[in-house]
């Protein structure tokens, strides 16, 4: 006998109908002789409904109120389970975030969890009860109802798994697992068994949104093993996301390859090489609100050096006015920018132990002439960024030099 | 400086628009420098849009869960009237049931109030808040949602009102106040200034819905002023529900002209008279959930009885039904009904100390050729029952012969 914890989102329990469908596949978890938690997210559409409603009665909405009102919407998918549960014979009860209790900061709207009293709920489990809990929300120390934030319910599922010691915690959506890379673009990507945590970091924040990056974070501090499924197929074991490698498996370099098209360039041309002149071009920056991604600072040549960064393409017209305006007092020579840079990165544990992975990703580009513009590494990833048209190749190419490729 | 509860129907906040105005309304009494406890139903259509939800999931739903989900309608009230205080310069702080915490026994969708504590809301409203608190709602002693049933927004109210002794408990609805009979059929009826809990009761039940029974059954019982007012109206002092007739003031003998066009009349003809003959129809009537509204008994003649009763219309072919079923069994000679049957009453506590009040009613019908078919009186009413055609034009005579018509 297992504990599970199950998350559903938002298009997992989009309809009543669907609705059903997870309590059936709830009750047969459950008759299989596993105990089952489950978390809930708010059927798909019903937050940005109740978003807009506040937009209508208040210009800037108070988050405090805000929280109220967009926490209905998993206490709606929690009731609705529990019934659908009990209509069909297997005995649940619902808990809201408050309920729990998910004692939380007070920070409305991005709300951090701080406990979880897991007392209530393995009472229950112990009775034969599937526990579902509102995803996404919770409760700060004087009954203030908070939330997580957008994509909390992964975070709620993985800090019940850790409270509750589950034995995993699976994360059911509209795909089937963790893929080497996007199969719309490349038909030959496969779909991983394992991923390290470290990995699927990597792999999020390059664009492979299966999971909310916090809680992967979070399942790798408490060490919860974390499956990513789909809700739509019966069949399949998703993808597991580990802690650690597997020393006794046989690992492969590279995992899979990531990619990122929303990337613009900047670059600011001919600034004084002398300490702080990063946090002088930076700094405005930043202070806009304006989100950094790769930094690359060429070397020094005749007292003076290249300074380039990507940001989103939406951003790139703030950065750049920003930086014209302390052009002259940074003593840069001129600032450019490019839209249509791409980035392409290969990810994996495995080059750690195996070096020759930069070369090989850079000979594979220059085979079929597509330019590297910029470059940036880390332990387990290497990132370039390259004119947006040859994206879709690169991709194709580096997949298949890297082993990747269905059999 | 006073402590008012108001609350606000369904649809006094049933779009944005309206919870702005109402928001608008409530800052206004505050800014007079009265403390105000704001209590809202759910948005028009937002609880019969929930239930139906529920019912698309399953086909009998959970009771606790079924409360679960619903009590989100006025959760997402309370958060958008805070929000659109806050808008609007006013400090307001939103309590769903559970965090107030109203107090509840475990009866779900239908439990009562047994304790709210003042404390939380006390403190808020001396630093300046408005207090908007979600109607309707309840949790019980362990930490479960419940509902107080249909209505029950204006029993919260009411609580409200009578746990923190406020001055006076309002309810906006969208009508300005109870009047001596429906000016739709009088257009010369003319709205009360006071009426009291005991005749209130009677012109509830009687169909002139402007509150909820149970409510003014509370207000009576801990003594609660409780006014009617239009939330669409800026000025007009509605109806005061009284405690007790004032002595000091003349009091008219007749307060209102009540009426129900849903009757359906069956008599139940030759019937032994009998101990228990009259268990023996109602029980199984009773038994089949149909509501029996008058019930006459002829006195004897040859040791035989006829016995009649009326019900709403809509449960008269499921009484005749189970009546003949039975009609062998008790020896009744036949059974009769009538569908065009109506009921008019005439109201007052006047009448405990003015005889004659039947008699009027009676000579005042007979004048106009109304034939009366049965009659029912309790200490401070007289009903009627005539044929349905002859409905407006009793009314109308009632309400000039007692007095009523605006000068």
Redesign the interface.
């Given at each position: 006998m297992a504990l599970i914890v199950q998350k559903y989102g938002g298009t997992s329990v989009g309809s009543?109908?669907r609705?059903?469908n997870v309590?059936k596949r709830v009750a047969k978890f459950q008759a299989q002789g596993h105990q089952v938690i489950v978390v809930v997210s708010a059927m798909s559409g019903e937050t940005n409904r109740?978003i807009a409603?506040?937009k209508?009665?208040?210009?800037?909405?108070?988050p405090?109120?805000?929280?109220?009102?967009v926490?209905?919407g998993e206490?709606?998918t929690?009731?609705?389970?529990?019934?659908?549960l009990?209509?069909i014979g297997q005995k649940a009860?619902?808990y809201?975030g408050?309920?729990v209790r998910i004692l939380t900061d007070s920070s409305h709207t991005k709300a951090r969890i701080l406990n979880i009293d897991e007392a209530p709920i393995r009472r229950d489990l112990n009775e034969g009860n599937v526990v579902v809990v509102a995803g996404f929300q919770g409760v700060d120390e004087h009954?203030n109802?908070t939330t997580l934030g957008r994509g909390g319910s992964d975070t709620t599922g993985v800090a019940l798994a850790a409270a509750l010691k589950a034995d995993e915690c699976q994360i059911y959506t509209d795909v089937d697992g963790v893929y080497t890379t996007d199969p719309r673009i490349v038909p030959e990507a496969r779909k991983l068994d394992t991923i390290t945590f470290e990995e699927m970091l990597e792999m999020a924040s390059l664009g492979s949104k299966v999971l909310q990056i916090r809680s992967v974070e979070f399942a790798g501090k408490y060490k919860v093993k974390l499956r990513v499924l789909s809700s739509f197929q019966e069949e399949g074991e998703g993808t597991l996301i580990t802690v650690e490698e597997d020393s006794n498996m046989e690992q492969p370099v590279i995992s899979g390859i990531a990619f990122n098209r929303d990337e613009a360039k900047v670059t600011v041309l001919g600034v004084p090489d002398k300490p702080g002149i990063a946090y002088q071009i930076l700094g405005p920056v930043a202070d806009a609100n304006v989100d950094v991604d790769m930094i690359i600072q060429n070397v020094s040549h005749d007292g003076t050096t290249d300074f380039s960064f990507t940001v989103s393409r939406g951003d790139l017209d703030k950065a750049v006015g920003i930086l014209e305006g302390v052009k002259a007092h940074i003593g840069a020579r001129a600032v450019e920018s490019d839209k249509t840079a791409a980035k392409v990165s290969v990810v994996g544990v495995g080059m750690r132990s195996h070096p020759g992975v930069a070369s090989k990703m850079f000979r594979t580009l220059a085979e079929e002439g597509i330019n590297i513009q910029m470059i940036s590494t880390s332990e387990i990833k290497i990132s370039v960024v390259i004119e947006e048209k040859y994206l879709e190749l690169a991709v194709r190419v580096l997949h298949k030099a890297f082993g990747l490729d269905a059999a």
């Open positions: 009543p109908e609705i059903k309590a109740l409603l506040t209508e009665v208040a210009a800037n909405p108070d405090r109120e805000l929280d109220v009102v926490s209905t206490q709606v929690i009731g609705l389970l529990c019934m659908a009990k209509d009860k619902s809201t408050g309920q009954g109802i």
